[in-house]
Structure formats: C-alpha cells, structure tokens
C-alpha cells in the first residue's frame, strides 16, 4: 500500500491556499473611481464607463435628457458643457480607453499572485519493487522577487490612470473646439444665405435695368459677379457647416440630427487673470505625472534586473520517495539556472537604456508643458483683443457707415449699386467677427487642456 501525503505536506498545502486567499483582487470598478475623481476635479463633469447593458441604457438615456429641448421637443445641443458631458458617456473610443485599464488592473493583479507550486510524480518497478516519487516545488527566485515586482506593476498601472484621465482632458479639449467650430459655421452660414439673398435681388435687379439700357455692360457683369461670388460662398459654407458639425457628432459618437444654438456664446466682459502658468502646467497636467511614474517605475525595474542578473531562476521544493520494502524518504531539492553562456548583460543594458530613455522623455514633457502653456496663453490673450476688437470698434463703424450710405442712397447721392458694393463689405467685417469669436473660445478651451484644467487665479508674472 502506497502511504498518503502525510501533515506537514497537507498543513503546506493549507498555508499556501491562505496565502493565495490573501493576495489582490479585482476591484468591483477597475480603478475608474479615480479617474472619474480627477475628471470632476478639472472639468466639474465626470466620465461614466458602460460596462455593462444596464449602464449603457443609463448613459443613452441620459444623453437623450441631454439633448432634449424643453421648447421644441426637439434634440438640441445647447451648450460646449453638455457637448464635453455627452462625449465623456458616449464617446466610442473614449470607452475602448476605459476597457484598457481594466487590462491593466489585471496586469497589476496577477502581479501581485503567488507562483503556482509545481507538482509532479514518478513511479517505476522493478520485477516486485515498486518505487513512487512525489516531489512539490515552489519558484523561490519569483516568491522572493513578489515585492518589488507588485511595486512595479503598481506603478505601470497608475500610469496608464494618469494617461487615461489625460485623454479624458483631451477629448473634453476636442469636444469644446469642435463644438465652436460648429456653431461659428452654422452662424456664418445663416449669415451667408441673408448674402446671398440680397446679391441674388441686386443681380435681378441689375439685369432688369441692363435690359433697359440703364447701366452699362460693365456695371451689369459686375453685378453678376458678385451674384456669382455669393452663390459660391453660401455653397462652401454649407460644406463646412456640414463638415464641422460631422466632426462634432463623431467626437459625440452619434448622429448629426441634432440642432446648434445659432450664436456663439457672448465675450467675457474681461478675461480673470490667471496666476503662473508654466507653474499650473508643471503641477496639473496628467502626462507629466505620467512620465514621472514611468520613470520610477523603470528605476525599481532597474535594480530588479541587476538584482537578478546573475540567478532569476530559483526553485525550491519538497521531496518523498516511498519504495517496496524500504522506508519512507523525504528531503528537498533546489534547481537554479547557471549564468554559463548568459551573465545578464543584455538585460541590464537594455533595462539602463530604458531608463535613460524614460528620463529624457521626462524632460522633454517638462519643456513642452512649460511651452505649451506660454504659447496657449499668449493665444488666449490675443484672441480675446481681436474678438473685442471686432466687437466693440470695427462692426459698429462698418453699421454706422452702413446706415450713413442708406441717407446718402435715400437722397440720390450715391446709386442703389454702390449702395450693394457697401454690404458685402459689411457682410466681410461681421464674417471675420464671427471667426474672431470662435477663435476666441477655441484658444480658452486650448488653455485649459495646456494647463491640465482650469487655469487658477492669480498674477501673471
């Protein structure tokens, strides 16, 4: 009869299941909590991952509150906020993002696993002798190493959070501008058609006192060209509106059948000064942080490579032999790897490269945040001062020229078509404003994501 696995062997296998019992487990939400922490934190709206049919209902449901317009019934997107709120639920590509971390949440926890003991048997005879031979053996090199592996993946995995929540900024970033591009386009494109509706009556116009032989062949083509003109612009900004709005749905992840407010938001009375900015980039931004946890997380993958480059395999394990006629033995055996053709060499040097390229990446993420910010506030700033410019100087003189030539047409001193030619120069000056608008807001959503959120109040020095 062949003896059972004695105490101290079932007392091992029970101490390892406790071990086993204790180490990490898959967190209920993947880690999202903290990316939906800082995205509340820099945005004031949170991200919502739809993970499963219930939450995805959830999320359409909403984005339909979202769009809904009490007025009409119809769907509208009212505001760049519900706009950004509406691609943080819906945004396809945002959620593959999201399914990443759970990715790297179970990277981290596998990491963070007990080896798996190894188990195997031998049994041979010899005419009436029969030998058994039980071993159990353990990787005492990765039971050893178990630590500081964890710490690493730790680290990998708060990276890869830091890059998550980045590119929540980021798409929030994309969303506002392309909600401003679209708005700007649908405005000048209303503005375009009252154009081209008053080029199209000059040319009827024109055509009839041709065929009276009131203006000259001249005046008459001229006309014409502008009609023509007009005509080719409603059309180019129909493309754009269409294309603009196209770009905002996709960022959406819906359909374009929603309708736009039809003006860009007013100016700011003044723009708040905001305190120093190279300083809010160094501090906020998400991909600094990320590559300062990449690069500590190479620096523990360093020293755990020159700590293993001689030995990183190591077993241990328990042995018991039972034979015909004989006693019982047991013992322990130890298996390494012999760093005979292979010292470590490469491994060490690749990791040093790697860590030596995590640093310059660190480096040069520092000076693109501090440039990044400069040039985004420098833009802001210029932006608002030609939008006001517009605003308060040039399209009130443009209407006050414009009403000035209506008293000069109503007393005959000027003829209907110099009257026409003064409109399309006031239709040129209210068409740059619209752009000088939306610029504007563009380089204000632009500073927030250079800054990595809200730029915090303050002097700038």
Known sequence: MIPQVSRPWRAAAVAACALLAGCAQLSPDGGFDQVQQTSQQRLGQTPVWNRSPQQAQASSERVRALLHDPASGAARLASADDAVQIALLHNPDLQADFAGLGVAEADLVQAGRLPNPGFSFKRTHAGDDLKIERSLSLGLMRLITLPTTARIEQRRFEQVRLSLAARVLALAAQTRQAYYQAVAAQQGLQYQEQVADAAEAAHELAAQM???GNISQLDGAREQFFYGQAQASLQQARRQAAQHKETLARLLGLAPDFALPAQLPPLPRQLEAVGDIEQQALQQRLDVQAARTELEGLQASLGLTRATRFIN?????????????????????????????????????????????????????????????RLAWRERQDAYALARRYQDELVPLRQRIAEENLLRYNGMLISVFALLADAREQAATVNAAIDAQRDFWIADASLQQALGGRPQPGKQP
Request: aromatic share 6%; glycine share 8%.
């Open 313 to 373: 395999v190591l077993d241990l394990g328990a042995v018991r032999t039972t034979e015909s006629g004989k006693p019982n033995e047991t013992g322990y055996e130890i298996s390494l790897e012999i760093p005979l053709f292979d010292w470590g060499e490469a491994r060490t040097a690749k990791a040093e490269a790697t860590y030596l390229q995590g640093a310059h990446k660190l480096a040069a993420a520092l000076l693109d945040a501090r440039a990044q910010a």
């Open 210 to 212: 041709a065929r009276l």
